[in-house]
């Protein structure tokens, strides 16, 4: 079955940075768009970045744009999401998830991995 682990996360100060990690199992990863989308307590998911199978088709969120890089290798079947120039409301579970080719929605999600920056 298909799985996404997340890694990276942790408790860090404004203006530092993070690269989260996620690992994928029992799908062909390069086929897959992959995304990254957190969750601030209160609050809904939210989409942060997405990355074609390819690599040549990316999306930020405008709140992210400049700050955060998402990559992937796909001999490592991993996405990564480096973060820089935290701030406190960058405070979230982050989640990676995969959507399959022709898919409409992310299909496959991850555990999810904290992220708290301190102000």
């Known amino acids: 079955q298909v799985q996404l682990a997340e890694s990276g996360g942790g408790l860090v100060q404004t203006g530092d940075s993070l690269r989260l990690s996620c690992v994928a199992s029992?799908?062909?990863?390069?086929?897959?768009?992959m995304g990254w989308f957190r969750q601030a307590p209160g609050k809904e998911r939210e989409f942060v970045a997405g990355?074609?199978?390819?690599?040549?088709?990316?999306d930020y969120a405008e709140f992210v744009k400049g700050r955060f890089t998402i990559s992937r290798e796909n001999a490592k079947n991993t996405v990564y999401l480096q973060m820089n120039s935290l701030k406190s409301e960058d405070t979230a579970v982050y989640y990676c998830?995969?959507?399959?080719?022709?898919?409409?929605?992310?299909?496959?999600w991850g555990q999810g991995t904290q992220v708290t920056v301190s102000s």
């Open positions: 029992g799908l062909t990863f390069r086929f897959y768009r």
């Open positions: 990355i074609s199978g390819n690599a040549i088709d990316i």
């Open positions: 998830a995969a959507k399959g080719p022709g898919a409409q929605n992310y299909a496959y």
